[in-house]
């Protein structure tokens, strides 16, 4: 699976969209961008996935650069309940009996 | 539908025993995975169960071992254990071929200690 970089750690103020980047410069034409998110004391929890259109689901957004060197989740109306820390992944689809890979994510913090 | 559910929550062993954590896969899901979660890291990929036959492993030695039983749940076995094994260890449901696995749905969670 292809390397991914995200900040460390990110802000956002409740009611406001909190856009989370990633980077995957390495990303190979059939390798997928999934996101996860581990909330305290829980297991991660998929929250999107996408190839080189953006997609929407209920809980959030994926724009992926069109180069797809880079992509953005964005939660559109931030809660105190979106505090987690948040995981790029890129994956070939059905990905194969070697798990997930996971970085170190980025811990977005919602403000009140 | 149930989700994963892991057993038990918190346990706290001595340096140099055996331990077994358990898990319970979503209805519907054939394949089950573990990862150990350290402190302040992402989880790591442990090995992956389909058919009851460890089908894909991570960089962790033989003393991780792990049985999936006709009913897809699964025990993680850890033998020997060292202190470095304090973690978070997460069981993760899927479906799949084996080759192809979609819709990883994860557990809370075993909190072990090892003192």
């Known amino acids: 699976d292809a390397k991914t970089t995200q900040p460390p750690s990110m802000d956002c103020a409740e009611g406001r969209a909190a856009n989370l980047p990633c980077n995957h410069s390495t990303i190979s034409g059939n390798e997928y961008v999934y996101w996860y998110r581990q909330i305290h004391s829980q297991g991660p929890q998929y929250i999107i996935h996408g190839l080189k259109n953006n997609e929407t689901n209920e809980m959030a957004s994926l724009i992926i650069t069109e180069d797809r060197k880079s992509s953005t989740l964005i939660l559109p109306h931030a809660t105190l309940r979106d505090t987690a820390v948040y995981y790029c992944?890129?994956?070939?689809?059905?990905?194969?009996?070697?798990?997930?890979?996971f970085g170190k994510g980025t811990h977005l913090i919602i403000q009140p | 539908e149930t989700g994963v559910t892991q057993s038990p929550t918190h346990l706290i062993k001595t340096r140099g025993q055996q331990v077994t954590l358990r898990c319970s896969s979503q209805?519907?899901?054939?394949?089950v995975s573990w990862y150990q979660q350290a402190l302040g890291q992402g989880p790591q990929f442990i090995f992956q169960y389909y058919r009851e036959e460890e089908n894909g492993r991570g960089n962790f030695p033989p003393r991780f071992s792990g049985l999936q039983f006709p009913n897809y749940s699964s025990e993680l076995n850890v033998n020997a254990l060292e202190l470095d094994d304090s973690a978070l260890y997460l069981c993760?449901?899927?479906?799949?071929?084996?080759?192809?696995?979609?819709?990883?749905?994860f557990g809370s969670g075993t909190r072990l200690t090892v003192v």
């Open positions: 993760a449901s899927s479906t799949g071929t084996g080759v192809h696995i979609y819709g990883y749905t």
């Open positions: 992944i890129v994956r070939v689809e059905g990905g194969g009996a070697d798990g997930l890979t």
């Open positions: 209805s519907g899901h054939n394949t």
